[in-house]
């Protein structure tokens, strides 16, 4: 994983688009402000990303100390087994508004809360629209 600090997640976005291939994955992992996300995917991958975002005026990458490989992940089965998991518990109608990570313009309720926590292990993190 890296932090791209400087570009658009848009430019970052694209620069993703161009590396990315059949063997090596990457993309992006976390939202964290107009000008910082992270990315994740084959360590190969992610160097190129940094390599080219830090060729770009104002712009540096640097490598995080967590790990969300996000890319690399099998996202359906994993979405799949926790809905199905989620789908055996009842849910009650929240008494307090919470946003989910994965989509911030929406808040959990009793009909969408399976298919939000569903959807957070294949979605990017949409920290600044969360915030």
């Excluded at 090596?24 to 992992?29: M, R, S």
């Excluded at 964290?32 to 991958?45: E, L, M, R, T, Y």
């Excluded at 975002?53 to 359906?76: D, I, V, Y």
Aim: glycine share 8%; net charge neutral.
């Amino acid at each position: 994983m890296a932090a791209i600090i400087g570009l658009s997640s848009e430019t970052v976005e694209d620069l993703c688009c161009q590396v990315r291939s059949k063997n090596e994955v990457v993309g992006l992992a976390i939202h964290n402000a107009p000008n910082q996300v992270v990315i994740s995917g084959h360590g190969s991958a992610v160097e190129k990303i940094m390599t080219e975002s830090e060729k770009k005026r104002g712009a540096e990458g640097c490598q995080t100390s967590h790990q969300r490989s996000l890319p690399l992940q099998p996202p359906r089965p994993g979405a799949e087994w926790l809905r199905a998991d989620l789908n055996g518990i009842t849910f009650h109608e929240f008494k307090i508004p919470v946003i989910p990570n994965c989509d911030s313009g929406l808040f959990y309720n009793r009909g969408n809360v399976c298919e939000l926590l569903a959807r957070q292990i294949t979605s990017p993190v949409q920290w600044q629209g969360t915030i």
